[in-house]
């Protein structure tokens, strides 16, 4: 048997005018991926990921260089963020296997990548509360449109196809997992990255952070390493 971890739909409601630049820029990109992909989930979640890597590595890196400066202690933030960008990484080597992007959505996944980074990375540097408010509500979107592809897959608009070799060594499932059991771990991943993400953003906001550990599948995984 499987274990999945539940996962609630959370919705952080907007503070100040940070949080709702924030939420705003989270549905316009939304919006567009919508109109994109509508039920192509597969490759949506295949453009999505190589954008959701991106945010964990960013903060790490610049995370790592001012503790440098400073000389002082991270509070495990690198180690958080460095396990969310790999976590989101190996989303994306799961789905390559399950829906093979196209030429079209390879140039979209260069374009969308370099522009992410470099507006990302700039962010990070001026307002870090604020990026990590936006990978929060990027979380929120993330798990709904996996809720959706849940859906798709129980309606049997979508073949529920056994799980890549590679998602059962990852999530260390049995043989015998399906694309369904796949999602789950995938969503559960997203719900924890949403809460850390929005811990973060409180915690940088002066206000006690309601989490901030690795997530809980692979955190005895950092302990031991």
Known sequence: MIHHVPVRIDHRRPENLGDRIA??????M????????????GHRAIVIETVAAVPGMVGATLTHL???????????????????????????MTFVNVAQPNLFERLLILLVQWGFYCAFFALYLVAPRIAHRVVGYFEE??????????EAIDAGRMANDPAPAI??????MPASAT?????LKVRADEAHH?????GFADELGGKEARE?????????QLDAA
Request: glycine share 2%; proline share 2%.
């Open 141 to 150: 979107e993330a798990v709904i449109s996996y809720t959706h592809y849940l």
């Open 167 to 172: 998602a059962c060594h990852y999530w260390k």
């Open 66 to 92: 001012r503790c440098l400066r400073r000389m002082s202690d991270d509070q495990g933030w690198i180690r958080t963020l460095m396990e969310e960008a790999e976590n989101e990484r190996m989303h994306l």
């Open 194 to 198: 949403r809460d850390v993400n929005h």
């Open 179 to 183: 694309l369904r059991d796949v999602v």
């Open 30 to 41: 939304r919006f567009f991926a919508d109109a994109l992909f509508r039920e192509r989930h």
């Open 212 to 220: 901030s550990a690795p997530y809980p599948e692979h955190a005895a």
């Open 23 to 28: 939420l705003d820029f989270t549905k316009t």
